[in-house]
């Protein structure tokens, strides 16, 4: 038959080894998680105007993308749909995130995520600040030295 490495012919034609039919299987297997990976996300089948169920930003608050939000302890969820909710359980759980953080978490469009969250502030669930201004920040030389500090010891 053949060498002492060689596996008798059955075996070969049932596809049990290289050339067989398992072995293409699994080829074509590789190739469709390899498409699936290369495939770019769907776009939202929902339309935003849809999604934000005729939500209206209130005129007093003014949410941005960079406008922090933070979870009211005891913030009530009724009367609250199911992407509001998902947005106060996730501040809720995470802390303080900014408006866009929020979004790319949820997987929202910035817009829908924008005024659930001015419709939870306006409601009370959630507080908005906004973020610090860049003369408050330290300056980025003193962080500097002290990165390189801790990298020392």
Excluded: F, K, N
Excluded at 24 to 43: H, K, L
Aim: with cysteine; hydrophobic share 40%.
């Amino acid at each position: 038959m053949g060498g002492p490495g060689s596996r008798p012919r059955a075996d070969r034609l049932r596809g049990a080894g290289p050339g067989g039919q398992a072995g293409r299987g699994a080829e074509r297997g590789r190739e469709e998680q390899d498409r699936r990976r290369m495939t770019p996300p769907r776009r939202r089948l929902v339309p935003d105007y849809v999604a934000t169920a005729g939500l209206e930003v209130p005129t007093r608050i003014g949410v941005e993308r960079t406008t922090l939000l933070h979870a009211e302890p005891g913030a009530r969820t009724e009367g609250l749909d199911a992407a509001a909710r998902r947005l106060l359980s996730l501040v809720e759980d995470e802390g303080t995130l900014s408006v866009y953080e929020c979004a790319a978490q949820l997987g929202l469009p910035y817009a829908v995520v924008r005024m659930m969250a001015a419709a939870l502030a306006a409601s009370g669930a959630v507080m908005t600040r906004e973020p610090p201004a860049p003369a408050q920040l330290p300056d980025p030389a003193l962080l500097d030295v002290v990165l390189h500090g801790l990298r020392a010891l």
